[in-house]
């Protein structure tokens, strides 16, 4: 009888016994809560911004949006401010370990910090070189905004086809996706991509901080959808007014993507002393304790 019993509680045990692919995915998920849990500090201010500045967009008045989303106003100077942060984070992590990807992304930072305010141009008050001015877009000194990186054309135009793809800013939001969340997905989930990172020592950022380019990114989208549109026949000051409105947005998402930026690389500071580079946090064990 006991026998009998013993057998029959086996066979229970093997028939509710959780399969290799449920397994599987427990032990990621689980792998993926520890990591927010132990970056949380990290990680909460981030949506804070981006939920405070988007509301910003949405909420305040036409004219506030315009003064602090345009050109050379508050959200511009915060961007450039913490793509510098950032940069100078990487060069001291840099003068750690030597990472020269460390290195090449603090000078990618510290180039969109100089380029975000056109290099001190309306602080210096000097002006755009001829040569510049006819091929800049914004007639600006700076190199993002020139007819080959811009998003529009001399005439204001918004470029279609393969051109498009040349815009800085459409690079730069591809290039903070793939590094925010592509690069460590696919390092923590396969182990030949893995392989290669930690060889080349290539910088990880948590997936749990990356996600954020991309939500800022379709928040971007809604925010620009839901704002009023004008009508074909409405004055040259309603459509001059909606336009500038419309534009605020693309400067506060650079904004968010240079804070969330900075964050990345304060957690790369922090771990400077710590053997990181190549691994993605949840493969790094007990140092996330």
């Known amino acids: 009888m006991i026998s009998m019993l013993s057998t029959d509680n086996k066979k229970l045990h093997k028939q509710f016994a959780p399969s290799p692919e449920q397994n599987y995915v427990r032990v990621k998920t689980n792998a993926y809560l520890g990591e927010i849990s132990s970056l949380s500090s990290y990680i909460i201010s981030v949506p804070i911004v981006l939920i405070s500045s988007y509301l910003f967009y949405n909420v305040a008045d036409g004219d506030t949006v315009i003064a602090w989303g345009k050109e050379d106003s508050f959200f511009e100077w915060l961007t450039s401010l913490f793509y510098f942060i950032a940069a100078v984070l990487l060069v001291v992590t840099f003068t750690k370990n030597r990472n020269i990807f460390l290195l090449l992304l603090a000078l990618i930072l510290f180039f969109g910090a100089g380029e975000e305010i056109s290099w001190g141009q309306r602080v210096f008050g000097f002006a755009t070189p001829e040569e510049i001015n006819k091929i800049n877009v914004q007639h600006e000194f700076n190199i993002h ?22 815009g800085m800013d459409l690079m730069f939001k591809i290039f903070t996706v793939v590094f925010g969340m592509v690069l460590p997905f696919c390092v923590y989930h396969f182990k030949s991509i893995s392989t290669i990172a930690q060889k080349y020592k290539i910088p990880i950022p948590p997936i749990s901080i990356g996600v954020f380019f991309l939500v800022s990114w379709l928040l971007l989208k809604l925010s620009l959808a839901a704002i009023p549109t004008v009508s074909a026949t409405a004055s040259a000051d309603a459509i001059r007014h909606y336009w500038r409105i419309y534009m605020a947005g693309p400067e506060i998402a650079e904004f968010i993507g240079s804070y969330t930026l900075a964050i990345i690389c304060l957690y790369f500071y922090n771990y400077r002393n710590k053997n990181i580079m190549g691994k993605d946090f949840k493969q790094l064990g007990s140092i996330n304790a």
Request: glycine letters at 14%.
């Open 145 to 166: 905004n020139m007819i080959v990186f811009d998003g529009k054309t001399m005439d204001g135009e918004l470029k279609h086809g393969i051109s498009r793809f040349l």
